[in-house]
């Protein structure tokens, strides 16, 4: 009987041997993990959404907030697309919560693409994306030489693509801003000294109306000022104002007294500005406006004898000197000479021409860019009465824009047969150099430290129209 309940007391000590094993093998015994029912979500793009640097050969990375189940990341819940393509070729691999994205072919130069990530992806627990992301990026074309001269076209995802660039400046800091137009607003990129754009922004929004005709440049606080004029009839000068990020600030619309068009806008006292143009007052009158800090009228003028139009502004003195044209067919240089409240001092006319900017030299003269009614790119000097010092013709084209040296010359810019003119002229008025570069029309051009800046506006043979290029000293890319 003792032998008997030995052998049942062993048996049961086995027993509880056996089961704490049991539950030492399976860990603590308590309650069980809940289920993961989090979406995860993206927390990461590169390239950036919006760049619109991207080199061709790129790869494309996307970070989510967990780790990811691969066989989710397909070509159907990871779509690259764009560049004239419904789908892009791409390779995809998964490393735990970072997608990379490699397209199988160089991407197009200028092509603008879109990558979709759906909610198709999903994370280890199976749950899925908790919303689709777009990204949205450009391939840009930048070309550059040994000189440090180069061509860089401006693209913007939200950027519409009738944009014609028509205002370049070099900032205080030596960086570059320009301005275009388009029939959705006013679009305002920064670029560093070396061409790569820092940012792009619509700086003002329309609908139904394009805008044409803008001009730039930065105030002492580092806004930039422009204006435009509408597109809708009757047309209306705009005046507005942008960060210095490119975000709208302030605008502000003209109409003269029927209608008004601007062309032109610089500093003036007081971060105010000027701007002028042509008008309806009844008839053509060329228009002479000054503006508030935030683009509003100080004083409105009609300006000239006959039909007349505005086209280039500076400051003269306490006053302004504003250039233009006279009648039709053909038309006349013409010039006036107004003191700081917008009334005329003198006005002259310079003989068959239109002319488009003004700028002031070293040594007290003015330069006049423009077109003589034999299609040929004229410059004109006069002093600070009107009379003509020098006259050069540049040949055949059409003169647009031109910018100051600090040797009393200057550089014009413009067009002919289709291709970028740009010319340097001495302080006397000698032609030194006439280059004829990319196909386009240059329509203005500032003065870096190391070359010449030119805002490109419509190509003539192709439909790019969005370009900034920089040449070197002797006008070379």
């Not at 056996?18 to 793009?45: F, L, M, Q």
């Not at 003195?317 to 700081?340: E, H, M, R, Y």
Request: glycine share 12%; proline share 4%; aromatic share 6%.
């Amino acid at each position: 009987m003792k032998h008997r309940l030995v052998q049942l007391l062993l048996l049961a000590l086995v027993a509880t041997i056996a089961i704490t094993c049991s539950k030492s093998d399976n860990g603590p015994s308590g309650p069980s993990t809940p289920a993961d029912t989090t979406s995860p979500y993206v927390t990461g793009i590169s390239p950036d959404s919006n760049n619109f640097n991207v080199t061709p050969t790129a790869h494309l990375l996307v970070t989510v907030s967990e780790d990811l189940n691969a066989t989710s990341v397909t070509r159907s819940s990871v779509v690259l697309s764009g560049g004239g393509a419904d789908t892009v070729t791409t390779t995809l691999s998964v490393l735990g919560n970072v997608i990379t994205v490699t397209p199988t072919a160089s991407l197009l130069n200028a092509g603008l693409y879109q990558l979709d990530i759906t909610q198709a992806v999903e994370d280890k627990a199976g749950n899925a994306l908790r919303e689709s992301m777009r990204m949205t990026f450009g391939i840009e074309p930048y070309t550059a030489t040994a000189s440090g001269a180069w061509v860089r076209r401006i693209r913007s995802g939200y950027m519409s693509p009738d944009v014609s660039l028509s205002s370049v400046i070099v900032k205080q800091d030596g960086s570059i801003a320009v301005a275009g137009a388009a029939d959705d607003g006013m679009y305002t990129a920064a670029l560093s000294a070396t061409g790569e754009v820092s940012w792009i922004r619509k700086s003002y929004a329309t609908t139904g109306a394009a805008l044409v005709s803008s001009d730039l440049f930065e105030r002492q606080d580092g806004f930039l000022v422009g204006c435009a004029t509408s597109g809708l009839s009757p047309n209306a000068g705009l005046v507005y104002g942008a960060l210095q990020l490119g975000t709208p600030a302030f605008n502000y619309s003209y109409t003269g007294q029927s209608w008004a068009q601007l062309h032109s806008i610089i500093q003036t006292a007081s971060y105010g500005a000027a701007g002028c143009g042509v008008a309806g007052a009844p008839g053509a009158k060329a228009y002479l406006v000054k503006t508030t800090p935030y683009g509003g009228p100080v004083w409105q003028r009609y300006l000239g004898t006959g039909e007349c139009r505005g086209h280039g502004l500076v400051a003269a003195g306490t006053g302004f000197l504003l250039c233009g044209s006279q009648g039709v067919s053909p038309a006349t240089g013409l010039v006036i000479k107004t003191n700081d409240t917008g009334v005329t001092v003198w006005e002259h006319t310079y003989g068959p021409a239109s002319f488009e900017d003004i700028v002031s030299l070293t040594g007290g003269l003015f330069a006049i860019a423009g077109t003589t009614s034999a299609n040929h790119i004229v410059v004109v000097a006069i002093d600070s009465s009107g009379t003509e010092q020098w006259r050069t013709d540049i040949g055949a084209g059409t003169g647009h824009a031109l910018a100051a040296l600090t040797d009393g010359g200057c550089v014009v810019t413009g067009e002919a047969s289709g291709k970028v003119v740009l010319a340097k002229l001495s302080s006397s008025g000698v032609l030194t150099w006439r280059r004829d570069l990319i196909d386009g029309s240059g329509h203005s051009v500032a003065v870096a430290a190391d070359g010449y800046v030119i805002a490109v506006g419509p190509r003539v043979f192709t439909t790019d129209k969005t370009y900034v290029m920089k040449t070197d000293l002797s006008g070379n890319l």
